[in-house]
Nanobody, 124 residues
Framework: QLQLVESGGGLVQPGGSLRLSCATS????????VGWFRQAPRKEREGVSC????????KLPDSVKGRFTISRDNAKNTVYLQMNNLKPEDTAVYYC?????????????????WGQGTQVTVSS
């Protein structure tokens, strides 16, 4: 059974950067599209990035475009979310998710696999 494990969250000042990692145990990510979602207190879960299994296609919403970058290293079985110029409104629990179908992951936002989440707090 594939398990997704996020790391790299923490406390950062506005304008700062963090890099989140999503690694797997029990299987590989090679054939899966992977995405990052976030959920802030009292808000609905929001998709913030998506990458195809090959890494050739990425999708990001306007709210993070130009600041967040998703990438993957299939040799290391890891997907990354580089977050720059962080803002207080980026504060949330960030979840890694994966699915064999990019449409189900990125459009329907109903992926089969979920990680446990990592907290990102942007505050001075």
């Amino acid at each position: 059974q594939l398990q997704l494990v996020e790391s790299g969250g923490g406390l950062v000042q506005p304008g700062g950067s963090l890099r989140l990692s999503c690694a797997t145990s029990g299987s590989t990510l090679d054939d899966l599209a992977v995405g990052w979602f976030r959920q802030a207190p009292r808000k609905e879960r929001e998709g913030v990035s998506c990458i195809s299994s090959s890494g050739g296609t990425t999708k990001l919403p306007d709210s993070v475009k130009g600041r967040f970058t998703i990438s993957r290293d299939n040799a290391k079985n890891t997907v990354y979310l580089q977050m720059n110029n962080l803002k207080p409104e980026d504060t949330a629990v960030y979840y890694c998710a994966a699915d064999g179908e990019m449409y189900r992951l990125c459009v329907l936002r109903d992926p089969y696999y979920w990680g446990q989440g990592t907290q990102v707090t942007v505050s001075s």
